[in-house]
Antibody, heavy 128, light 107 residues
Framework: EVQMVESGGGLVKPGGSLRLSCEAS????????MNWVRQAPGKGLEWVSS????????NYADSVKGRFTISRDNAKNSLVLQMSSLRAEDTAVYYC?????????????????????WGQGTLVTVSS | DIQMTQSPSTLSASVGDSVTITCRAS??????LAWYQQTPGKAPKVLIY???SLESGVPSRFSGSGSGTEFTLTISSLQPDDFATYYC?????????FGLGTKLEIK
């Protein structure tokens, strides 16, 4: 059974830092792009960051670029989001999501990605 | 960035009805579109990918169509479990973007 369990959420003051972790099991972790998607209270979904299967390519939303760092350890089946300079608007449930990469058959371009499996989420609250 | 615009934001319907939700992209995304369902307190679940491909295990009353900039999600013969919030998402290019969601409510 595919499972992803997030941890590390909590209450932090503006300007502070937090490290989120996602432990994955039930699938070959090293074969998948992994992602963080967040949802502010009562709001919609916002993609935060993606990391390629091998860990060499990372992408970030503009709203977190320069403040958040995504990383992974394929030997430990783990995904991490290091968050710094936190702001009130970063308050959200953070989901770890597995990504399926599709390929354009005409151009061979990779299309990242569809989120096919999700963790249960961890709540981050930024408040003084 | 590609903006995704969903309509309506709220939809009221009854069990047994058919409903359609629309998603428009600010530029062409070919068919690189997914639809998700989310119920309160739960993580989203993918229903459709590549605009019209049904995810394994998803009931056939869910269907998707469209290409380019205009897409639809249709749910036929609504069941009680279908009352939820639905999101579209483009994966044509980074940053990956979602629509704001459509809340499907019981009439």
């Amino acid at each position: 059974e595919v499972q992803m369990v997030e941890s590390g959420g909590g209450l932090v003051k503006p300007g502070g830092s937090l490290r989120l972790s996602c432990e994955a099991s039930g699938f070959i972790f090293s074969r998948y792009t992994m992602n963080w998607v967040r949802q502010a209270p009562g709001k919609g979904l916002e993609w935060v960051s993606s990391i390629s299967s091998g860990g060499s390519d990372m992408n970030y939303a503009d709203s977190v670029k320069g403040r958040f760092t995504i990383s992974r350890d394929n030997a430990k089946n783990s995904l991490v989001l290091q968050m710094s300079s936190l702001r009130a608007e970063d308050t959200a449930v953070y989901y770890c999501a597995r990504g399926i990469t599709y390929y354009d058959l005409l151009t061979s371009r990779p299309l990242d990605c569809v989120f096919d499996q999700w963790g249960q989420g961890t709540l981050v609250t930024v408040s003084s | 960035d590609i903006q995704m615009t969903q309509s309506p934001s709220t939809l009221s319907a009854s069990v047994g009805d058919s409903v359609t939700i629309t998603c428009r992209a600010s530029q062409s995304i070919n068919t690189w579109l997914a639809w998700y369902q989310q119920t309160p307190g739960k993580a989203p679940k993918v229903l459709i990918y590549k605009a019209s491909s049904l995810e394994s295990g998803v009931p056939s009353r869910f269907s998707g169509s469209g290409s380019g900039t205009e897409f639809t999600l249709t749910i036929s013969s609504l069941q009680p479990d279908d009352f939820a919030t639905y999101y579209c998402q483009q994966y044509n290019s980074f940053p990956l973007t979602f629509g704001l969601g459509t809340k499907l409510e019981i009439k």
